[in-house]
């Protein structure tokens, strides 16, 4: 038998999550950051560069498969690229904070609300990819101190991502593993990036 990695454990982790695990008291705070981040994105509607990035978005002509925060529709990627800036434009999201580090949970949601979108899939199953995501990116950030360590905390996002949107697309354990690493091991930057100003 091979041996499992740390990856691996995710991946079965991420396959096996049900939304019979998540308390109630969790759905709520889940729905409640749905709403926050809806807020934010809507806050964020006439700002300076939105504009731009909703031409560029335009210009791509993709197919439209995913709706765009404020409206129209086009690719999942071009669709979680908008609504992810929308969402993170007034920086007024959630913070999760730990001894090292931090992460913004909430960065995961124009991406998944994208692929749930082009999965079809309902609001449990949107909701518990974002818990997955969540989960992930919290308990990455509480157990390795990323920026104490040098390194940007877009990693535990990619990390994240990933796993939320394979839990959409009903990957198994392996392929959430693969993409999980794939997402990793594309994203490693160093914290630097997010000196001041920023």
């Given at each position: 038998m091979a041996d499992l990695y740390l990856v691996?454990?995710?991946?079965?982790?991420?396959?096996?999550?049900?939304?019979?695990?998540?308390?109630?008291?969790?759905?709520h705070m889940l729905k409640r950051n749905v709403l926050d981040s809806v807020g934010c994105a809507i806050a964020a509607m006439g700002g300076?560069?939105?504009?731009?990035?909703?031409?560029?978005v335009e210009s791509v002509g993709a197919t439209p498969v995913a709706t765009l925060i404020?409206?129209?529709?086009?690719?999942?990627?071009?669709a979680a690229l908008l609504n992810s800036v929308l969402v993170r434009y007034v920086d007024l999201l959630d913070t999760y904070l730990t001894p090292g580090g931090l992460c913004h949970p909430a960065d995961n949601f124009g991406a998944l609300l994208a692929v749930a979108e082009q999965r079809r899939a309902g609001g449990e199953d949107f909701l518990?990819?974002?818990?997955?995501?969540?989960?992930?990116?919290?308990?990455?950030?509480?157990?390795?101190?990323v920026m104490a360590r040098g390194l940007n905390h877009a990693l535990q996002l990619a990390m994240s991502a990933a796993a939320g949107s394979a839990k959409l697309m009903g990957l198994d354990s392996d392929r959430i593993a693969h993409a999980i690493a794939s997402a990793v091991a594309d994203n490693v930057s160093l914290a630097a990036i997010h000196s001041e100003p920023v």
């Open positions: 691996d454990e995710l991946g079965q982790f991420v396959a096996d999550a049900e939304i019979s695990n998540v308390s109630t008291v969790s759905r300076a560069m939105i504009g731009r990035i909703r031409e560029q404020g409206g129209g529709s086009t690719s999942v990627e071009q518990l990819a974002l818990a997955v995501a969540y989960e992930l990116g919290c308990r990455f950030s509480a157990k390795v101190p």
